[in-house]
């Protein structure tokens, strides 16, 4: 019943898998101190995310229908060996891009995002195209996420906080605003 | 590793390597069917009850039900449907006699996915029930939909020809009125959608009123909802 | 002396250890489940039950897995242990499974569960492992306690379903949306950080005292 611009953009906005589902916040508040570096990460998990999109498809159409209790052991096995592989392919392909992304994959594999991805594409009951729009509006949400606290923390540095707020506690009280802020993009779809 | 001084300081063999896993995953196998192929009798007997008691609640006056789907140009009663295959529940009385439909439907709603079931009687044209089975509408706000029985209760006897419109709390007129719900307008019009487009999608599909599918099946596992 | 030994394990997860208001770790399947404190509390029950059970098999086979295969042989017994778990709940309690949904299976995700896995219970004895994750696993639990507290309380009103105030009450609704549980964090870690800041002033002024004194 869902449609293609709904799932993207409710994987995107509505339900942003960092402020909304709590997904992905290890790296969400570890790396996202610098721009650039936030960007880049949120790339490679987008990519992850689409690699993932189609292991779940695989999975779900050829092996899980017949053994639905393997799902989850199936799910970390695939994806981790799978962007394995990619990675050594990038690196024998292109050392510029495994420069730029790839000493993020390993990181990402064991990021909960990656495994929620492909949990809630299953019990959403997505198929394949639906599955890669799903991935794309995620992680180009979790991009925008990641962007969007690293910029608010670029700034704050420059600004005279009291020392007891900042670290964890300050960026967690930054997320809370973000999310609020994300809330206002609840009923795009439904306020025909 | 420094602290730990027992493991052994010479490089284990492939073999090795590839045989703990192997025996890992043939024990993690073992237990994963084991404890599956224990509780999977009381989780679908627990779902089957949950949509028996739904089809119940939706439809009044039902006490058996049967799944129906629409195959070669025709509706049809099975045991079981098939994997992603559109389904109604056909609801019947006491004497195995059709009273109606209960309609699985699902669309967008505030927040995400709303998904209810209807109740819906062809000879009237009529809703006759609606039950909200999976919704993360706003707690307080959005979550009426389910929460406010007197939202609930405007479902009870519903006209659905032309289609069902929502109108501003206390200025429903007309028998395909819904009063909408004060703070939670964009949710309620979206239960209203949600069944407007079902109702529109089967309508070509369900058979005209009276020639519906008779009750199949020993009475001993009609209630069953298999 | 033992005794004392596998004690000190056990409360050092629960305060001053505490893997999450204290480490940080774990917080992704934790905060979307603390709206209400049942939830939280069977949230902490399930990964309590991964994470003892695959810490004490883990410390129980720590000398025969290989060093090179010892992270998939973690994630293999962890994963193990989830889906035992999901199973369960979803036969016993399908109520609480639906308002948990996708989280359950996450637990896998949890970086607290893998990460006691490789600190602690590949290198201790099983005795020691056990009564660590024990401990952890209850600072886990009353993390997501308090968060789920606090949550449920200002955002309905209630505790584990029980109405607290009358009527009058306006529930703080965003408490219970997204936004709340980072908020809560935050204040809490806050809080913590207080905490730490006014214990280290105090040792300071004692070892000042201390060294004016001799």
Redesign the interface.
């Known amino acids: 019943m869902d449609n293609l611009p709904w799932i993207f953009v409710s994987a995107l906005l509505v339900n942003n898998f960092v402020l909304t589902y709590f997904l992905g916040l290890c790296p969400f508040l570890g790396v996202s101190n610098s721009l650039a570096t936030s960007a880049r990460l949120g790339l490679a998990t987008t990519f992850v995310m689409l690699v993932t999109a189609v292991c779940a498809w695989v999975l779900n159409t050829y092996v899980l229908i017949h053994a639905p209790y393997l799902r989850l052991i199936c799910f970390i096995v695939v994806i981790a060996s799978t962007v394995q592989f990619i990675e050594m392919l990038i690196k024998k392909l292109s050392p510029a891009l495994f420069r730029a992304m790839g000493i993020f994959l390993p990181l990402i594999t064991t990021n909960c995002a990656i495994l929620g991805l492909a949990i809630f594409a299953t019990n959403r009951g997505y198929g394949f195209v639906e599955g890669i729009v799903y991935a794309l509006g995620a992680g180009i949400g979790f991009t925008l996420a990641m962007v969007l606290l690293a910029g608010l923390r670029e700034e704050s540095e420059l600004s005279n906080i009291p020392k007891l707020i900042q670290g964890t506690a300050m960026n967690l009280i930054i997320a809370g605003v973000l999310s609020m802020a994300f809330m206002g993009f609840a009923g795009l779809f439904s306020s025909s | 590793m420094s602290t730990d001084t027992l493991k052994q300081p010479a490089a284990p063999s492939s073999l090795r390597l590839v045989m703990t896993l192997a025996i890992a995953g043939l024990v993690s196998g073992v237990a994963i069917i084991g404890i599956y192929e224990s509780t999977l009798p009381t989780i679908t007997a627990n779902k089957a009850r949950e949509l028996r008691e739904a089809v119940f609640k939706v439809l009044p006056g039902v006490s058996r039900m049967q799944a129906l789907v629409y195959r070669d140009g025709r509706i049809v009663a099975v045991p079981e449907p098939q994997k992603d295959e559109p389904v109604v529940y056909g609801g019947y009385d006491e004497q195995s006699d059709f009273v109606g439909y209960a309609m699985p439907a699902a669309g967008p709603g505030f927040q995400d996915t709303i998904a209810l079931l209807y109740g819906y009687l062809p000879g009237k044209k009529q809703v006759v029930g609606m039950e909200i089975l999976e919704s993360r509408e706003t707690p307080g706000l959005g979550d009426k939909i389910y929460k406010d029985a007197e939202f609930v209760a405007e479902f009870s006897a519903l006209s659905i020809e032309p289609e069902i419109v929502a109108v501003k709390k206390g200025t429903s007129t007309q028998p395909n009125h819904v009063d909408a719900i004060t703070g939670a307008t964009i949710s309620a019009k979206a239960v209203v959608r949600i069944i407007n487009e079902t109702h529109a999608a089967w309508a070509e599909q369900l058979p005209a009123p009276g020639s519906e599918p008779p009750l199949t099946g020993e009475p001993a596992d009609n209630g069953t909802g298999q | 002396m033992k005794k004392n030994e596998s004690y000190e394990e056990f409360v050092k997860g629960i305060w001053r250890d505490n893997p999450v208001f204290v480490q940080?770790l774990g917080?992704?399947?934790?905060?979307?489940v603390t709206?209400s404190a049942i939830n939280a509390i069977a949230m902490g029950m399930a990964s309590m039950f991964v994470l003892v059970g695959s810490s004490f098999l883990v410390s129980l086979f720590?000398?025969?897995?290989?060093?090179?295969?010892r992270i998939?042989?973690f994630?293999?017994?962890i994963?193990?242990f989830?889906?035992?778990a999901?199973?369960?709940l979803?036969?016993?309690v399908?109520a609480v499974h639906k308002e948990l949904?996708?989280f359950i299976?996450?637990i896998?995700?949890?970086?607290l569960i893998?990460g006691r896995q490789e600190a602690f219970a590949?290198?201790y004895p099983t005795r020691l492992a056990v009564m660590d994750a024990l401990g952890m696993a209850g600072g886990f639990m009353l993390a997501l306690f308090s968060l789920g507290a606090v949550r449920e309380i200002l955002?309905?009103g209630a505790l584990f379903g029980f109405r607290l105030f009358g009527e009058n009450f306006e529930?703080w609704?965003?408490m219970?949306?997204?936004?709340?549980?980072?908020?809560t964090?935050?204040?809490i870690?806050?809080f913590f950080?207080?905490f730490k800041?006014k214990k280290d002033e105090f040792l300071a002024d004692v070892a000042e005292a201390e060294r004016s004194g001799s």
């Open positions: 940080v917080m992704c399947p934790m905060l979307a709206n720590r000398h025969v897995i290989p060093k090179q295969v998939s042989c994630i293999i017994i994963a193990t989830v889906t035992i999901d199973y369960t979803l036969a016993l399908p949904g996708a299976p996450l896998v995700a949890n970086c893998l590949s290198r955002g309905d529930p609704i965003v219970i949306l997204p936004p709340g549980g980072f908020l964090l935050g204040v870690l806050l950080n207080w800041y």
